[in-house]
């Protein structure tokens, strides 16, 4: 078995959620390479539109922004931001948004605003951007991010980013047309909402224990019955990150 990082780990299993012909709202960092990455393996035909404007981007090298001049050359569409949110994502022309945050709760809820109260945080986090938009109107979400208690508490601090409130029929009755978050990809595995739309673990990589996503959990965690392990990440999809993506480890420095 090859040898991964935590960061590489992560980036892999989120590019397999991607399907070929997605229209995929792209951020920069982890997403953007398993965007990238996907559109290099099983989805040639993947869309990819970042937030300033571009549609069909096809990068000739690691984006650093989501305004980075390469992202126009080959494109199909250059616009507006308005037009983004607009014309396509609040019209259910996006099928997937990438999302991430400092806390995600029981719900899918995600917290990228505050920790502690928000009057008197005990940190205060860039905020919503265009999160709050995806997370609302995008078909499905996808969460990447690490296996750490304090940032799976059982309630968010502050909700920037709906999931699905308090139960799957309260993201129905808000009129929330996007299907919510439907994987949270971490270094220990993969969870899903179940039909209430609490998140339960349905998925580990190799080599984890189900003991250890618990203990990283912040509420009782439940586990799928038909529970799977991860297939590892394979020497192509290593080589495709490390020699073409991120020869510079951007983004997928550390995590050793």
């Known amino acids: 078995m090859a040898e991964y990082t935590s960061p590489e780990l992560l980036t892999i299993n989120a590019a397999r959620l991607l399907r070929d012909g997605d229209v995929v709202f792209v951020g920069v960092g982890l997403p953007n390479l398993a965007c990238n990455l996907a559109r290099r393996t099983h989805a040639p035909n993947l869309v990819m539109i970042y937030e300033a404007g571009v549609i069909g981007a096809q990068p000739a090298r690691l984006p650093l922004s989501i305004g980075d001049p390469?992202?126009?050359?080959?494109a199909l569409s250059v616009c507006g931001m308005y037009d983004i949110f607009a014309l396509y994502l609040q019209r259910g022309n996006i099928d997937v948004g990438f999302l991430g945050g400092a806390q995600i709760d029981r719900f899918g809820n995600i917290n990228a605003t505050v920790i502690g109260d928000y009057s008197h945080p005990k940190v205060?986090?860039?905020?919503?951007?265009?999160?709050?938009?995806?997370?609302?109107?995008?078909?499905?979400?996808?969460?990447?991010?690490?296996?750490?208690?304090?940032?799976?508490?059982?309630?968010?601090?502050?909700?920037?980013?709906?999931?699905?409130?308090?139960?799957?029929?309260?993201?129905?009755?808000?009129?929330?047309r996007g299907a919510g978050p439907q994987a949270i990809v971490t270094d220990i595995g993969i969870l899903e909402p179940d039909e209430n739309g609490e998140l339960i673990?349905?998925?580990?990589?190799?080599?984890?224990?189900?003991?250890?996503?618990k203990e990283n959990t912040g509420w009782d965690?439940?586990?799928?019955?038909?529970?799977?392990?991860?297939?590892?990440?394979?020497?192509?999809?290593?080589?495709?990150?490390?020699?073409?993506?991120?020869?510079?480890?951007?983004?997928?420095?550390?995590?050793?």
Not at 70 to 74: A, D, E, I, K, P
Not at 226 to 252: F, G, V
């Open 221 to 256: 965690l439940r586990v799928s019955g038909h529970l799977r392990i991860t297939e590892p990440p394979s020497e192509r999809e290593l080589k495709i990150l490390r020699e073409e993506l991120d020869p510079q480890r951007i983004y997928l420095k550390g995590g050793e």
């Open 201 to 213: 673990l349905t998925a580990l990589h190799p080599g984890r224990m189900v003991e250890e996503a």
């Open 124 to 176: 205060r986090l860039p905020g919503s951007g265009g999160s709050m938009e995806i997370a609302a109107w995008a078909n499905r979400c996808y969460i990447i991010t690490p296996h750490q208690k304090r940032r799976f508490p059982e309630k968010v601090d502050f909700r920037t980013s709906a999931g699905f409130l308090n139960h799957r029929r309260e993201r129905e009755a808000a009129k929330l």
């Open 70 to 74: 390469t992202l126009v050359s080959g």
